[in-house]
């Protein structure tokens, strides 16, 4: 089964605004990634968390996590039209399979100018 | 420097053809990682290479599919007897190592295939 899952599915804000998403997941993790999609520039990985940090920072970018709740966010502050594409949630996992990064199905989100 | 290249970056192909697709990760990268991405969807895990490492082949959708990797470098993706539901976005990426703090991948611009 997925192992991210994100919310909201679709978000559409005005530029200035703030945009927060959240992602869930199921099982212990090595590191939780947050990736950006737009058809501009493809999938481009914007920050990385490891299972034993609670926040990180990046620019406009703010990522916690927390691992009792199975849970991540991303927050991206002052947004800019540009902001706008899909962004995802990846954990890195090591199962009974093997090493997976599973991937969630996404926020799109909507920067109006 | 160069990034992870794909080829090709779209292929049509008739129901029943094999098609296979390549992957070049960024040098020296010792991880390499396949996904699908449906439309509208996120990314599927299919395989992933960790240097010499035999793969797990697990996450692989059906026997139809396979892949392989010379070293640390070019991978291939085969499908073979291609179906509609094959029909999606290949990605490849490419990370320093695979699960550790150095996880971050690299990826490549995707091979759209459609099964006609």
């Known amino acids: 089964s997925q192992q991210g899952e994100e919310d909201p599915q679709a978000l559409s804000i005005q530029e200035g605004e703030n945009a927060t998403m959240n992602c869930s997941y199921k099982t212990s993790i090595n590191n939780l990634q947050w990736y950006r999609q737009n058809s501009g520039r493809g999938l481009v990985h914007l920050i990385l968390?490891?299972?034993?940090?609670r926040e990180k920072h990046s620019g406009r970018l703010r990522v916690t996590l927390d691992t009792s709740k199975k849970s991540s966010s991303l927050l991206i502050t002052a947004s800019r039209a540009a902001d706008t594409a899909s962004y995802f949630c990846a954990t890195d996992a090591v199962g009974t399979g093997g090493f997976k990064t599973i991937f969630g199905a996404g926020t799109r989100l909507f920067v109006k100018a | 420097g160069a990034g992870v290249s794909q080829s090709p970056s779209n292929k049509v192909t008739e129901k029943g053809k094999d098609v296979e697709l390549r992957c070049d990760p960024i040098?020296?990268?010792?991880?390499l990682y396949w996904y699908r991405q449906r439309l509208g969807q996120g990314l599927e895990f299919l395989i992933y290479f960790q240097g010499n490492s035999a793969p797990d082949k697990s996450g692989l959708p059906s026997d139809r599919f396979s892949a392989e990797r010379t070293g640390e470098s070019v991978s291939t993706l085969t499908i073979q007897r291609t179906q509609q539901e094959d029909s999606a976005v290949y990605l490849c990426a490419s990370s320093l190592s695979a699960g550790g703090p150095y996880n971050e991948q690299f990826f490549g611009p995707g091979t759209r295939l459609t099964v006609l």
């Open positions: 968390i490891r299972s034993n940090e």
């Open positions: 040098s020296g990268h010792t991880a």
